[in-house]
């Protein structure tokens, strides 16, 4: 399985992006996928968590501005980030992981770069 993040950018805040994580392997549909976040000098946090079902989960900090959703036929899992703040700026990675195994098998992207300017 890889993951391929891709949509980072410079933006202004107030401003939008949306990232996607394309997933390569056979079983994406049997996958929980979320991205995470790392600012510079700052542990990685879960952004936002996205079940095999399509339950969703997030963070406090991105709650009602983000939203992740999934393309199962595309395999492909999307990051839309509205009303964008200069907290926001990071490396973002998505993860894949398949239950009960998360935690201890986990499939990571490379990350993307996102920038927000105040």
């Known amino acids: 399985v890889q993951l391929q993040a891709s949509g980072g950018g410079l933006v202004q805040a107030g401003g939008s992006l949306r990232l996607s994580c394309a997933v390569t392997g056979t079983f994406f549909g049997m996958l929980d996928m979320a991205w995470y976040r790392q600012a510079p000098g700052k542990q990685r946090e879960l952004a936002a968590h996205i079940t095999k079902d399509g339950d969703t989960h997030y963070a406090d900090s991105v709650n009602g501005r983000f939203t992740i959703s999934r393309d199962n036929a595309e395999k492909t899992v999307r990051l839309q980030m509205n009303s964008l703040k200069p907290d926001d700026t990071g490396v973002y990675l998505c993860?894949?992981?398949?239950?009960?195994?998360?935690?201890?098998?986990?499939?990571w992207g490379q990350g993307t770069l996102v920038t927000v300017s105040s």
């Open positions: 993860r894949g992981c398949v239950e009960p195994f998360c935690g201890h098998r986990d499939y």
